[in-house]
């Protein structure tokens, strides 16, 4: 890999896990985790979220009501919410690990400024990318387990209404996707940075470019 192809590398991996975080953020927050209609009410529908439940009315109204208290909460609800604002905080600090370590920015302390500096923050950052990654993925994937368990219950009735797999799921799942990618991203950068270190030649102490391009042994008195 060429040395400016690494640093194309470093600036992709940083802007696909500031679009993750983007979509775990909003993930996180959106009403649509799961939703509900009914042929008995066909003009109305159901939203269920983290943060609260919402009524959409079929000519556009939206009325949404926050739940009540933490520990009345289903326990998959309540552990999606607790993992997904972990998931928030993780890719956010690995986005600002990973931001000043890349080559084009710089820094107002010259110690940042340092090449080893630089490769161990992007390094940081992309194993926090990971883990916020694995994090993402593991509440949405545990709700939509949940919900296929449920819908497919054959010993409720079929007049029974079932949820459904909302848009938050589906965006869920692709900002752990990409906060993996901007992991293994940010990774790949660090080390060919670090190969690309042992791989610079090393300077002799003493010795000399002579005339013509030789080397000579500098004279000491």
């Not at 309540?78 to 000043?100: D, E, F, N, Q, Y």
């Not at 940081?124 to 990971?130: F, H, I, K, W």
Request: with cysteine; glycine share 10%.
């Amino acid at each position: 890999m060429d040395p400016s192809d690494a640093r194309v590398v470093e600036l992709l991996g940083v802007l696909v896990s500031i679009g993750a975080w983007l979509l775990c953020l909003a993930t996180t927050f959106m009403s649509t985790w799961l939703t509900l209609s009914t042929e008995l009410l066909p003009t109305e529908s159901y939203q269920l979220g983290l943060w609260e439940t919402c009524v959409v009315q079929e000519h556009g109204a939206h009325e949404c009501r926050p739940y009540d208290g933490l520990l009345g909460l289903p326990p998959d609800i309540k552990l999606a919410r607790i993992l997904m604002c972990v998931a928030v905080a993780t890719g956010l600090l690995g986005s600002a690990v990973a931001v000043p370590g890349t080559h084009p920015v710089t820094a107002c302390d010259p110690r940042l400024e340092d090449a080893e500096v630089k490769r161990v923050m992007r390094r940081v950052g992309g194993a926090l990318c990971l883990a916020t990654g694995v994090l993402g993925l593991l509440p949405v994937s545990h709700v939509a387990h949940l919900t296929a368990v449920r819908f497919f219950d054959q010993s409720v009735p079929a007049l029974v209404p079932r949820w459904e797999f909302g848009s938050a799921l589906f965006c869920g799942w692709t900002a752990g996707v990409l906060h993996l990618a901007a992991g293994v991203l940010l990774l790949a950068s660090s080390r060919r940075s670090a190969q690309e270190r042992r791989d610079a030649p090393i300077p002799l102490a003493g010795v000399r470019p002579g005339p013509g391009g030789r080397r000579t042994r500098a004279e000491y008195v």
